[in-house]
């Protein structure tokens, strides 16, 4: 396996721990915040996160990590 295919396979292998690390801190922190409030107040505090972000930028990295790993 050349260099560029093993620091692509570090750096795909990196991208996918951080993204996996994201998604387990959301099921286990906000997910049980939310678990306290009632289902109005739920969807309501899910609605209001959505607002102010831009198109696109909450999986910016997914992208940009899963490209190379289509090339090698």
């Known amino acids: 396996m050349s260099v560029l295919a093993q ?9 996918a721990a951080t ?3 994201v998604f387990f ?5 906000t997910m049980a915040g939310l678990k306290r ?3 109005a107040q739920g969807m309501a ?11 696109g930028t909450s999986c910016s990295a997914a ?3 899963m490209a190379p790993a289509k090339v090698v």
């Open 37 to 39: 409030l009632s289902a």
């Open 7 to 15: 620091a692509l396979t570090i750096l795909c292998a990196l991208g």
């Open 25 to 29: 801190t959301f099921s286990t922190f």
């Open 45 to 55: 505090a899910m609605q209001a996160s959505g607002v102010g972000g831009g198109q």
């Open 63 to 65: 992208p940009s990590c």
């Open 19 to 21: 993204a996996a690390g």
